[in-house]
């Protein structure tokens, strides 16, 4: 699949129902794709579920991970092609961003674009304030630099607190 016209895309991952089932399954169904191939695959991780008042909640923790893709789908398609895999998973997108969930895929970065898609900053501004986003990107590719920021991801995760994550092997 090396193609001059691939993008480097890394996707955040989580789950906190059937995790163990749903995590995998995901991954799988990316890297079966044929347009697109997984790349690298981070450590997973579990973060205790938090609320909207970033209060730790009493939904299960969660499991997160990042992968690293190439593609050549538009930032867009891609987007819609992770919604997709989500529906197929059993995720339901409700107004509760809080909510339990058998997967979560999103768009952390597409290259080094910086654009808002239907609401949704890319790169996800979740990476510079949540450690359950920062760390397994920069388990992953720790030299990728924020375009916005100029700092690579080990250098925003080392200064999130990520006292409450575990890394997990499934």
């Known amino acids: 699949m090396m193609r001059h016209d691939l993008v480097e895309a890394l996707i955040s991952l989580g789950s906190n129902i059937d995790r163990n089932v749903n995590m995998p399954a995901a991954i799988h169904v990316m890297n079966d794709r044929d347009d697109m191939a997984v790349i690298a695959v981070s450590d997973f991780f579990e973060t205790p579920a938090i609320d909207n ?36 998973l059993g995720r339901i997108r409700t107004a509760d961003t809080f909510a339990a969930r058998p997967i979560d895929l999103d768009i952390a970065f597409y290259s080094d674009v910086v654009l808002n898609l239907e609401g949704s900053g890319i790169p996800d501004p979740d990476i510079l304030c ?39 092997v499934l």
């Not at 730790?56 to 895999?85: G, K, M």
């Not at 700092?151 to 994550?165: H, N, P, S, V, W």
Request: aromatic share 6%.
């Open 53 to 88: 008042y970033g209060l730790q909640s009493q939904q299960e923790a969660f499991l997160n991970a990042a992968v690293l893709i190439e593609t050549a789908l538009p930032v867009a398609e891609l987007r819609s092609v992770l919604r997709d895999i989500e529906s197929r």
């Open 130 to 168: 949540f450690p359950h986003v920062a760390v397994p990107l920069a388990n992953v590719t720790p030299d990728w630099v924020h375009p916005q920021t100029g700092e690579t991801l080990c250098q925003i995760a080392e200064r999130l607190d990520d006292t409450e994550m575990e890394k997990v």
